[in-house]
């Protein structure tokens, strides 16, 4: 049954840099977008685009019939495309979506579809971390390598000193930051401006679910996965 009190909230472009039409690649003869939002069919989903393509198509198929899609303001727009502004608006979309169709009490999962895998199942189950007092969760991912980072022409060690040799099962895992969801209610977001929050839950996600697909070889990994699954 669906719940009223969440709501998702996600964004797609028609245009991408580093894969032409990514959201429009195919993967098992389905566009890219579309695997998360039939995931979703039949909970409260609210689309911000810029695509026209896909207001047109959301017309055509019967699977996106329960899906409220909308264009994107045409001040998000500018940004997107203006060269003196580097930061991403997707603050300020997520602002303006909460202003319109968002009690405060609402909680508000913000899912990308890049991640094609992702599951209802596992999306609620990071939610309960709300209802058990976070205020807010985010998918991650666990890496138990050695690890640096690269600062200018530096190179930083994380979770090892280089001294002594532990093996990677001793490692502390480095944590990195996976676009499958942020979930939070609209006045923890008004509160702190962000999707993160002082009492903040890492959510760890697996293979294939945490295939997020920015560059090709990641959407050739996720076609793989299909063709074989």
Same mark, same amino acid.
């Given at each position: 049954?669906?719940?009223?009190? =969440?709501?998702?909230?996600?964004?797609?472009?028609?245009?991408?840099?580093?894969?032409?039409? !990514?959201?429009? /690649? /195919?993967?098992? !003869?389905?566009?890219?977008?579309?695997? &998360?939002?039939?995931?979703?069919? $039949?909970?409260?989903? #609210?689309?911000?685009?810029?695509?026209?393509?896909?207001?047109?198509?959301? *017309?055509?198929?019967?699977?996106?019939?329960?899906?409220?899609?909308?264009?994107? *303001?045409?001040?998000?727009?500018?940004?997107? $495309?203006?060269?003196?502004?580097?930061?991403?608006?997707? %603050?300020?979309?997520?602002?303006? #979506?909460?202003?319109? %169709?968002?009690?405060?009490? *609402?909680?508000?999962?913000?899912?990308?579809?890049?991640?094609?895998?992702?599951?209802? /199942?596992?999306?609620?189950?990071?939610?309960?971390?709300?209802?058990?007092?976070?205020?807010?969760?985010?998918?991650?991912?666990?890496?138990?390598?050695?690890?640096?980072? !690269?600062?200018?022409?530096?190179? &930083?060690?994380?979770? %090892?000193?280089? !001294?002594?040799?532990?093996?990677?099962?001793?490692?502390?895992?480095?944590?990195?930051?996976?676009?499958? #969801?942020?979930?939070?209610?609209?006045?923890?977001?008004?509160?702190?401006?962000?999707?993160?929050?002082?009492?903040?839950?890492?959510?760890? =996600?697996?293979?294939?679910?945490?295939?997020?697909?920015? %560059?090709?070889?990641?959407?050739?990994?996720?076609?793989?996965?299909?063709?074989?699954?």
């Amino acid at each position: 049954m669906k719940n009223k009190n =969440i709501k998702y909230f996600i964004i797609i472009k028609e245009k991408s840099e580093r894969i032409t039409n !990514k959201n429009f /690649q /195919q993967i098992n !003869k389905i566009p890219l977008y579309k695997h &998360l939002l039939y995931e979703l069919k $039949n909970e409260t989903v #609210f689309v911000d685009t810029d695509s026209n393509k896909i207001l047109k198509e959301k *017309d055509k198929d019967k699977k996106l019939s329960g899906i409220n899609f909308y264009l994107r *303001d045409e001040k998000f727009v500018k940004m997107e $495309n203006s060269k003196s502004f580097n930061l991403s608006p997707a %603050y300020l979309m997520i602002k303006n #979506f909460l202003d319109k %169709y968002c009690d405060m009490n *609402d909680i508000i999962v913000c899912s990308h579809v890049t991640s094609p895998f992702i599951k209802k /199942q596992t999306i609620n189950k990071a939610i309960n971390y709300i209802k058990k007092g976070y205020e807010s969760v985010s998918a991650c991912t666990y890496n138990y390598e050695f690890g640096l980072v !690269k600062k200018n022409n530096s190179f &930083l060690k994380i979770n %090892y000193d280089g !001294k002594k040799l532990k093996k990677t099962q001793n490692l502390d895992p480095i944590i990195l930051l996976n676009g499958a #969801f942020f979930i939070f209610r609209k006045k923890t977001f008004l509160k702190y401006k962000s999707r993160y929050s002082k009492k903040h839950f890492y959510y760890e =996600i697996n293979y294939p679910e945490s295939i997020d697909i920015n %560059y090709k070889h990641e959407l050739e990994m996720a076609r793989n996965y299909a063709q074989k699954h």
